[in-house]
């Protein structure tokens, strides 16, 4: 009861900045027609291996969509903040585990990113891309649990790099990093077969080809649900060690500036 208050807490606050985060939809929209092109000229001259033109643009265009579930979560979950303002230590005195608690509001912004991001720009490029669709139901269905394991990969990662602000000054440079490792190594620009061996390799050995790579390869019907192995084996190593770290911070509250 208490994840579904926390989530739809969050979820009706950013409903208050819908006609705000409209901008963000049509950027994103624009970024995502900027790399298609891109494909769209390499693949004049290049057949583009197993996926063809057709498959690029459908690739592309999903993992472009996929951003706002898998990618666009909350800097550290808001730890850095609440460390440095001194809230952490009221956070991590309530009677609810605070990794429970950041994950349900977190939910509720993926929630809400699904419904007013995901949503009205796949719709879009179904209507101006010649974009793949599953031909069966099926494989709607592991396309969203591979989704779903990808934001709560995320959302781990995030609350990682939220609590690191306890033994630094600052860890919003962690937020950094690992956008630009999950750009490179997820599948996101390019899919990682294409990748060096060595950057292969290092992609293959991490959680990032989970966020991006599996899913749409679920979804261009590339991948089956197998592939969600990895995922949850993710998942929950990363959830060990952030109960692990959680209950670390409880004997190190050090408020930076507060």
Same mark, same amino acid.
């Given at each position: =009861?208490? +994840?579904?208050?926390?989530?739809?807490?969050?979820?009706?606050?950013?409903?208050?900045?819908?006609?705000?985060?409209?901008?963000?939809?049509?950027?994103?929209?624009?970024?995502?027609?900027?790399?298609?092109?891109? /494909? =769209?000229?390499?693949?004049?001259?290049?057949?583009?291996?197993?996926?063809?033109?057709?498959? =690029?643009?459908?690739?592309?265009?999903?993992?472009?969509?996929?951003? /706002?579930?898998?990618?666009?979560?909350?800097?550290?979950?808001? *730890?850095?903040?609440?460390?440095?303002?001194?809230?952490?230590?009221?956070?991590?005195?309530?009677?609810?585990?605070?990794?429970?608690?950041? =994950?349900?509001?977190?939910?509720?912004?993926?929630?809400?990113?699904?419904?007013?991001?995901?949503?009205?720009?796949?719709?879009?490029?179904?209507?101006? *891309?010649? *974009?793949?669709?599953?031909?069966?139901?099926?494989?709607?269905? /592991?396309?969203?649990?591979?989704?779903?394991?990808?934001?709560?990969?995320?959302?781990?990662?995030?609350?990682?790099?939220?609590?690191?602000?306890?033994?630094?000054?600052?860890?919003?440079?962690?937020?950094?990093?690992?956008?630009?490792?999950?750009?490179?190594?997820?599948?996101?620009?390019?899919?990682?077969?294409?990748?060096?061996? /060595? *950057?292969?390799? %290092?992609?293959?050995?991490?959680?990032?080809? +989970?966020?991006?790579?599996?899913?749409?390869?679920?979804?261009?019907?590339?991948?089956?649900?197998?592939?969600?192995?990895?995922?949850?084996?993710?998942?929950?190593?990363?959830?060990?060690?952030? %109960?692990? %770290?959680?209950?670390?911070?409880?004997?190190?509250?050090?408020?930076?500036?507060?």
């Amino acid at each position: =009861m208490l +994840f579904l208050v926390l989530a739809r807490k969050t979820y009706e606050r950013n409903l208050q900045y819908r006609g705000a985060h409209m901008v963000h939809n049509i950027a994103s929209a624009i970024f995502g027609f900027i790399y298609i092109s891109i /494909w =769209m000229g390499i693949g004049e001259s290049r057949t583009l291996g197993a996926y063809g033109l057709s498959g =690029m643009v459908s690739y592309v265009a999903f993992n472009q969509v996929s951003l /706002w579930v898998a990618a666009f979560l909350n800097n550290g979950l808001g *730890l850095q903040q609440s460390v440095r303002t001194g809230q952490i230590a009221i956070e991590l005195v309530r009677p609810v585990h605070l990794f429970y608690q950041l =994950m349900c509001k977190e939910w509720g912004q993926i929630a809400y990113q699904f419904v007013y991001k995901f949503i009205p720009i796949y719709t879009l490029y179904l209507f101006v *891309l010649p *974009l793949h669709v599953p031909s069966s139901v099926i494989i709607f269905l /592991w396309t969203a649990v591979a989704l779903a394991l990808a934001a709560y990969i995320s959302i781990c990662i995030n609350f990682l790099i939220g609590a690191a602000a306890l033994w630094t000054t600052e860890s919003n440079w962690l937020y950094w990093v690992n956008y630009a490792f999950s750009m490179l190594l997820s599948g996101f620009l390019i899919p990682i077969e294409w990748l060096p061996g /060595w *950057l292969r390799f %290092l992609s293959h050995a991490s959680f990032y080809p +989970f966020l991006h790579y599996v899913p749409t390869r679920i979804y261009l019907g590339m991948n089956n649900a197998w592939s969600l192995i990895g995922s949850i084996g993710w998942g929950i190593g990363l959830t060990v060690i952030c %109960l692990f %770290l959680a209950s670390r911070m409880r004997r190190k509250v050090e408020v930076q500036g507060g």
